[in-house]
């Protein structure tokens, strides 16, 4: 063993009780930097999941367009001062070319049109106003895995009938609907349809529950008094969902129709998932420093204390290099040690908190072994105690043997 | 006899808290084998003179020349390899690593020269320390030996490389007569049988007279 090595690992295992103060300090620091890590990615993912049980990635549509005025000229009056929206219908043109052109791209995973409709639910003498959403089941249920959050029914026989309705669990609280039930819908152009409730679903979102049914796409376009051409969306998932608003971009500008990424439309909820990111990076990045500050402490007081066996080393011939790599070697000695035991907690931790049981459409507590955390953690933790080590090492190795030795 | 030190008009300058001058013009020589004792009142500048001709103190004006090579101007870790190699030090206090073994701190200065496998180098570490007599206090912690005990194995350690100085400030300054005496017996020994050079800084009168030659000094200058 190197003799510089050699004194090191003696600093580190004659004064144990510093040592382990200093490994624990490391342990607790790095513990909780990849624990928080791992559980916002778990929150993530968990947020992420319940926002597309409802909404696609890339939601694409015929935006309203606002008259223009009909001579584009700055300089001149204006012919048309109140602006309007243009009457157009706003459906998808030749939807079926669109949805070939989307697929082409290969970011995208899964195209489905969609008809959305506005309508009453009647039951007797109670009324609720909301949204009809015709799909195409099999399409639709590989988007969204509506399958996953069915309480009731079977969703699948929405395929073969082309009557059936699938209601969300607040409407079928206060309409006292089961299956099999039967369900009347006014649509927004007047037209009435008894629909038979095939299934039931619910999201813990209340405002979706309480509002929400799916039915075939055909039958929504009948209540639009539409043709089967008549597509109000077009959903599309990509393989990255991250990346969705680059995809949207691209959708936009090769279809002409407005696309729209989730975090568009989202935005709300994007902007606390990056508040709650910064927030936990900046308290976990903290912990991990001050376990740093804890090795710089430790590492100072041991080059106050050796102060003489510093400055008998340089006599002896140690070189300020020799000196550095000495207190190095002992800061990451520490530092290793302490990595190895965070690692370890941190898997404890996550164990413990994976099995706990939150509830709600939760489930469990969203945490997983999320290895790129565990690599960032040993990174950043090497480098803290690198830099916690190297600058008492420096200071050791500017100590002047001669003022020392004379006293 | 060869020269093996040698100081040209070496000036040294103290600029904390007011600029004054140390050390004025001092030349001198050192043969090899010689057992030279510096004497002097306190503030004389016998050990700023001491840790000019070690290496360690590079603030001075002159030249200093050891094993007739040029010191003066080479970089600190130049020094540093040259001390390693070819000085030995005995200081008032022992400054032994008090977590190692006797051995082992005997081993130190050689495992860092690193011209020896281990294994011929702890041969050689206890052969030194049984010149000093201390071959049974090898593998105790340097912090559990007596005071006397501790300078011998400093000595020891001082000669693990086969230096050809041995510079001591104050060596036997914190030690009764009676370790003075070994200590004192040990450094003639190795000037007579080993040939060894030594330069020792001392208060001690005696231990001064039975040196070989005395370098006295006052107010910076060598007056004898």
Same mark, same amino acid.
Do not use: E, N, V
């Given at each position: 063993m190197n003799i510089n090595t050699a004194i090191a690992k003696t600093y580190v295992t004659s004064n144990k009780k510093l040592t382990a103060v200093a490994v624990m300090g490391v342990v607790l620091g790095m513990s909780i930097y990849i624990f928080m890590n791992c559980m916002l990615v778990g929150f993530d993912k968990s947020a992420n999941s319940s926002i597309f049980k409802s909404t696609s990635h890339i939601r694409v549509y015929k935006d309203d367009e606002i008259s223009k005025p009909l001579i584009e000229d700055n300089s001149a009056k204006p012919i048309i001062i109140n602006p309007k929206t243009v009457p157009v219908n706003n459906t998808i043109i030749n939807p079926n070319l669109v949805i070939q052109t989307i697929l082409r791209q290969k970011e995208v995973t899964v195209v489905t049109p969609q008809v959305n409709s506005s309508v009453f639910y009647n039951n007797g003498k109670s009324q609720i106003s909301g949204l009809s959403v015709g799909i195409k089941p099999d399409e639709a249920n590989v988007m969204f895995d509506i399958k996953s959050f069915m309480v009731e029914g079977n969703f699948d026989l929405l395929k073969s009938n082309q009557n059936g309705i699938v209601i969300g669990s607040g409407i079928a609280e206060k309409m006292n609907l089961a299956v099999n039930d039967n369900l009347n819908l006014t649509s927004s152009k007047g037209i009435n349809r008894t629909f038979k409730v095939i299934g039931v679903f619910k999201t813990n979102n209340s405002a979706i529950d309480k509002t929400k049914s799916y039915i075939n796409i055909a039958t929504a376009q009948q209540l639009l008094k539409e043709g089967s051409s008549y597509i109000t969306d077009i959903n599309v998932n990509v393989i990255d969902p991250e990346n969705a608003e680059n995809v949207a971009t691209k959708i936009e500008a090769i279809t002409g129709y407005k696309a729209e990424g989730w975090k568009e439309a989202n935005a709300t909820y994007v902007a606390g998932n990056k508040m709650r990111k910064i927030v936990i990076t900046f308290v976990s990045f903290t912990i991990l420093l001050v376990a740093g500050f804890g090795i710089y402490n430790i590492l100072n007081m041991t080059v106050s204390q050796k102060i003489n066996d510093i400055a008998i080393l340089k006599a002896m011939g140690f070189k300020g290099k020799d000196v550095i790599r000495i207190f190095v070697t002992q800061a990451v000695s520490i530092g290793i040690m302490g990595v190895i035991g965070g690692i370890i907690m941190a898997i404890i931790l996550i164990t413990i908190l994976k099995s706990i049981y939150v509830g709600g459409d939760i489930g469990y507590f969203p945490i997983d072994y999320e290895f790129k955390k565990f690599v960032q953690g040993v990174a950043i933790g090497l480098v803290i105690t690198f830099f916690a080590g190297y600058i008492p090492a420096k200071k050791a190795a500017n100590v002047d043997p001669v003022e020392i030795l004379r006293k | 006899m060869d020269t093996i030190l040698s100081t040209k008009q070496i000036d040294k300058y103290f600029h904390d808290p007011t600029e004054f001058q140390v050390l004025k013009n001092i030349s001198f020589d050192v043969k090899k084998g010689e057992f030279l004792s510096m004497v002097g009142k306190s503030g004389s500048g016998k050990s700023t003179l001491l840790y000019i001709l070690s290496t360690?103190?590079?603030?001075?004006k002159g030249e200093l020349y050891i094993d007739n090579k @040029?010191?003066?101007? @080479?970089?600190t870790d130049q020094l540093a390899e040259i001390r390693n190699e070819k000085i030995g030090f005995v200081f008032q206090f022992h400054y032994l690593l008090p977590e190692f073994s006797c051995l082992r701190n005997v081993m130190i200065p050689a495992l860092k020269l690193g011209k020896l496998s281990e294994k011929e180098i702890e041969a050689r570490a206890y052969q030194k320390l049984e010149i000093l007599g201390l071959q049974d206090q090898a593998l105790k912690p340097a912090s559990k030996l007596s005071g006397g005990q501790q300078q011998r194995v400093a000595i020891a350690r001082a000669l693990i490389n086969d230096p050809l100085l041995i510079m001591g400030d104050e060596p036997t300054g914190n030690l009764d007569s009676k370790n003075t005496a070994i200590v004192f017996d040990i450094f003639q020994e190795l000037t007579r049988n080993f040939g060894q050079t030594i330069i020792a800084v001392t208060h001690d009168e005696d231990f001064a007279h039975k040196s070989d030659r005395i370098i006295e000094m006052k107010d910076g200058r060598i007056i004898s």
């Open positions: - | 360690m103190d590079t603030d001075y @040029l010191m003066t101007g @080479l970089s």
